[in-house]
């Protein structure tokens, strides 16, 4: 069984100041993880992945990730926000072993103030 | 290249009809998997394809069906519609059906699925 927790529903952030994105996750087995991006009236866009590689990951627009197996988390961080970043944020966790299926977070949705 | 297409955009439907879905793959991407996103939530997984077999499939009732043809488009059938069955419905597709970079996933707009 797998499952994944958003521990926040919203954040809100100035442009230009650190964005933390949070998500822990439960699997019996290795995990692949992903965050994945969803701006309004969009679909989802892959940021990074973590698949059994580095465990510090980094993705497009400046994001990266790191996965803490001992935490069992896999937060997401950027140092400095953009207007741009505002969007609904999904951490996924999917396990090895015949099909991946995915099970993904409610969502993040992340605010950046002006 | 186009990424993802879905078809229609938008539909509206009555209590107790049927309703089909359809997706487009990336051009070479074996396997499309269905999802189910309903308003504020996140997406959930419905059926996975890949070489036109059921690769997996999620916790829907049999309402719920699907298929991918020999050009490994697909189609997804949702049957006596509810109106919990209101949600955008996302395809995605990928090279593979299994772990590694070829299993990443490029999803489609979607399509918003109305219940009345």
């Known amino acids: 069984a797998q499952s994944v927790t958003q521990l926040d529903s919203h954040v809100s952030v100035s442009e230009g100041t650190p964005v933390l994105l949070r998500c822990n996750y439960s699997?019996?087995?290795?995990?692949?993880l992903f965050w994945y991006v969803q701006h309004p009236n969009k679909g989802l866009q892959l940021l990074l992945k973590?698949?059994?590689?580095?465990?510090l990951v980094k993705g497009i627009n400046g994001f990266e990730a790191e996965f803490k197996k001992s935490e069992t988390s896999f937060h997401l961080t950027k140092p400095s926000a953009h207007m741009s970043d505002a969007a609904e944020y999904f951490c996924v966790v999917s396990v090895s072993g015949g099909s991946y299926i995915p099970t993904f977070g409610r969502g993040t949705s992340l605010i950046v103030h002006p | 290249d186009a990424g993802v297409t879905q078809s229609p955009t938008h539909l509206i439907k009555t209590r107790g009809q049927h309703v089909t879905l359809r997706c487009s793959p990336i051009?070479?991407?074996?396997?499309v998997s269905w999802y189910q996103q309903v308003l504020g939530q996140g997406p959930q997984f419905i059926f996975q394809?890949?070489?036109?077999?059921?690769?997996g499939r999620g916790n829907f009732p049999d309402r719920f069906s699907a298929r991918q043809f020999p050009n490994y488009s697909s189609e997804l059938n949702v049957n006596a519609l509810l109106l919990g069955d209101s949600a955008l419905y996302l395809c995605?597709?990928?090279?593979?059906?299994?772990?590694?970079?070829?299993?990443?996933?490029?999803f489609g707009p979607g399509t918003r699925l109305t219940v009345t």
């Open positions: 394809y890949y070489e036109k077999e059921e690769r």
């Open positions: 995605a597709s990928s090279l593979a059906a299994t772990s590694g970079s070829s299993y990443e996933q490029y």
């Open positions: 051009s070479g991407h074996k396997s």
């Open positions: 699997s019996s087995y290795s995990p692949s």
């Open positions: 973590y698949t059994s590689a580095a465990t």
